[in-house]
């Protein structure tokens, strides 16, 4: 999604103001353009750079998704093979000693 800027630091360099008889001082006015410049210029490499890293991060999530397939867990578990699975990992866990 661009930006629609409407201020670029070139055209702020470039302005020209009408000068009058009760006007502003010139030189404040252009020191103070050129720091407004000065900050659009890091805006607009901000902007750039995070619009980079968006699109790097867009194009890293969507090659995961498609490495990652989910698992499903087994739903056809019950009670009793639960129940066995445990009994079996009782008797190869404790052996005779289970029964002594």
């Known amino acids: 999604m661009k930006m629609d ?9 470039e302005k020209e103001f009408k000068k009058s ?8 006015v252009d020191q ?5 410049r000065e900050d659009y210029d890091s805006f607009a490499t ?10 790097r991060l867009k194009q890293e999530l969507s090659s995961s998704s498609r490495k990652v397939t989910p698992t499903q867990p087994n739903t056809n578990t019950t009670n009793f093979d639960i129940l066995k699975r445990l009994s079996n990992l ?3 866990v404790f052996g005779s000693k289970l029964y002594e």
């Open 46 to 55: 901000k902007i750039a750079a995070l619009e980079e890293e968006n699109e």
């Open 90 to 92: 009782e008797k190869h």
């Open 5 to 13: 800027i409407k201020l670029t630091a070139d055209y702020i360099l």
């Open 32 to 36: 103070f353009l050129d720091l407004i």
């Open 21 to 28: 008889m009760k006007g502003y001082n010139v030189d404040e």
